[in-house]
């Protein structure tokens, strides 16, 4: 008789149907309904409530819903729906980082005029701009004085200098007003990009908690379950220990016979039974 083959083991599919959409494809690009944190998947439920624990949502159906349920959940609690909101409804939806160097992205975009101005404004305000200004003042003043007020191009009271800085300071001012502006604006980008990954961490940190509140729920739901059937596997156990019959084996302990004690010097041999009655004498050994 020939044996049966082994059983294969059946091979999972791997595409199925995406329950919102209704097209098939990969298995990687679906995401079970049953793993989704509660509040996003009521909140399915409500353009879908046939939707079981076991279907299964693709990727894209499903940032669609997390940007839609990240902004109502913003406009409810922020009474409006800025675009530093959108952006964040966004990334939460693509999981991409919001967090960006604002530093490097600022200091790529800028003009030649906007370099220069930002560094005649660092040292504008620098001690190596006070001390040789300190220097190119003592310098003016000293040689008028030696040169006399005949030769000097700037006798005193030196009304030269003061036009070159007057001049100076007309010219300064704006550059450093321009380079201030500017970093007001980096400023402004670093807040709002501040903002962005706070907002970003709070509602993250929040579904996180919510996940894992409903993960430890349903847990002691499946540990009560287990427990359940085990009590049940027990109390069958016991059921059929007392319906099973005892049978008593009665234990026969058999008597042992004494020995009898080797014969002794001082006592005789033990005699030859008699022969029986009718039985021929015993003769000479021949």
């Known amino acids: 008789m020939a044996l049966d083959a082994p059983a294969q083991p059946v091979p999972a599919k791997k595409r199925a ?24 998947a009521e909140h399915i439920r409500v353009d879908y409530p046939e939707l079981s624990e076991d279907a299964l949502i693709s990727s894209k159906a499903l940032a669609g819903y997390r940007t839609r349920f990240v902004a109502e959940l913003l406009a409810e609690e922020h009474g409006e729906y800025s ?3 959108r952006q964040v409804a966004e990334s939460i939806a693509a999981q991409d980082t919001i967090a960006e160097n ?7 975009h800028r003009s ?5 101005s930002d560094g005649l404004a660092a040292f504008g ?12 003042l003592v310098a003016w003043m000293a040689v008028n004085v030696i040169m006399g007020e005949l030769k000097a191009f700037d006798p005193y009271p030196f009304i030269l200098l003061n036009l070159v800085l007057s001049c100076l300071a007309a010219i300064q001012a704006p550059i450093i007003m321009m380079s201030q502006s500017r970093q007001d604006k980096k400023d402004r980008l670093r807040s709002n990009n501040d903002y962005r990954v706070n907002l970003k961490a709070e509602l993250e940190i929040r579904h996180l908690h919510e996940k894992m509140d409903h993960l430890v729920t349903k847990q002691w ?8 059937i085990q009590l049940e596997m027990l109390q069958d156990m016991r059921t059929r220990v007392a319906r099973k019959p005892v049978v008593k084996v009665k234990k026969v302990v ?3 016979r004494p020995k009898a004690p080797p014969p002794g ?8 039974a008699a022969p029986a009655a009718g039985a021929p004498p015993p003769g000479p050994a021949g």
């Open 254 to 256: 058999r008597k042992k």
């Open 221 to 228: 739901q499946r540990l009560a379950e287990i427990q359940q």
């Open 125 to 136: 305000g620098s001690w190596a701009f006070l001390i040789s200004f300190a220097l190119v």
């Open 17 to 40: 149907v995406c329950a919102i959409t209704g097209v098939e494809m990969n298995r990687r690009n679906l995401v079970p309904v049953a793993s989704l944190r509660p509040a996003l």
């Open 112 to 116: 030649f005029g906007e370099q220069v």
């Open 265 to 272: 010097p001082d006592k005789p041999p033990p005699a030859e």
């Open 83 to 85: 675009d530093l909101d």
């Open 102 to 108: 604002i530093e490097e992205d600022y200091d790529e």
